[in-house]
């Protein structure tokens, strides 16, 4: 079965530092990877997702991933912190043949005037 | 195109109550799944429906249940409740289904149960 591991409960950054929030998974085949934003009292936002079309995934709001397959993971980065971009961010794996989504346990981002 | 939308938004219920939480997709969209998040568990599937029919179930013991009308609204049930089902209920819909399609979620149902 498919698994997602997110390293770090809790990320906090200063304003235009770079934001790197890290997703392994684990998957007997290729599978298809999503990052989901969650913003206070919300449901969950879609950031991106790989599908195999390429390793270089580039999502909203200035945010990519990029998927590598020998390290098994799929990194969430973004070059310069807004405030805004304080939310929960979950990595997902979705299981083969069903539209399922297997989630990490979220990461909290924190930004630091 | 409106987006996902669950009422209610709260719930107060009492242990042994049973409950029942509506959720109505996007406009045209056929697949509804349904999430718990809790904040010792996270975010963990119930079960999806496509069609009126339910595809996919999660680890969840039978008194969770759910349907989805013709319509595509859905709702879903929790009987019998116990103090562990507090949590926030979330619904997702997606055009066709696919597995790597785009979900698109609702705020939630933060449902408590004394």
């Known amino acids: 079965a498919q698994s997602v591991t997110q390293l770090g409960s809790h990320v906090s950054v200063s304003e235009g530092a770079l934001v790197l929030l890290r997703c392994n998974y684990s998957?007997?085949?290729?599978?298809?990877l999503f990052w989901y934003v969650q913003y206070p009292n919300q449901g969950l936002q879609l950031l991106l997702k790989?599908?195999?079309?390429?390793?270089l995934v580039k999502g909203i709001n200035g945010f990519e991933a990029e998927f590598k397959k020998s390290e098994t993971s799929f990194h969430l980065t973004k070059p310069s912190a807004h405030m805004s971009d304080a939310a929960e961010y979950f990595c997902a794996v979705s299981e083969q043949g069903a539209q399922k989504l297997v989630f990490g346990q979220g990461t909290r981002l924190t930004i630091n005037p | 195109k409106a987006g996902v939308t669950q009422t209610p938004r709260y719930l107060i219920k009492t242990r042994g109550q049973q409950v029942t939480l509506s959720c109505s997709p996007i406009s045209g969209h056929r697949s509804v799944s349904w999430y718990q998040q809790t904040p010792g568990q996270g975010l963990q599937f119930l079960f999806e429906?496509?069609?009126?029919?339910?595809?996919n179930k999660g680890n969840f013991p039978g008194r969770f249940s759910g349907r989805q009308f013709s319509n595509s609204r859905s709702e879903m049930n929790v009987s019998t409740l116990e103090l562990g089902d507090s949590a926030l209920y979330l619904c997702?819909?997606?055009?066709?289904?696919?597995?790597?399609?785009?979900?698109?979620f609702g705020s939630g149902t933060q449902l408590s149960v004394l």
């Open positions: 997702a819909s997606s055009n066709t289904g696919k597995t790597n399609e785009k979900l698109f």
């Open positions: 429906y496509f069609s009126e029919t339910q595809r």
């Open positions: 790989y599908t195999s079309a390429a390793t």
């Open positions: 998957s007997s085949v290729p599978p298809y």
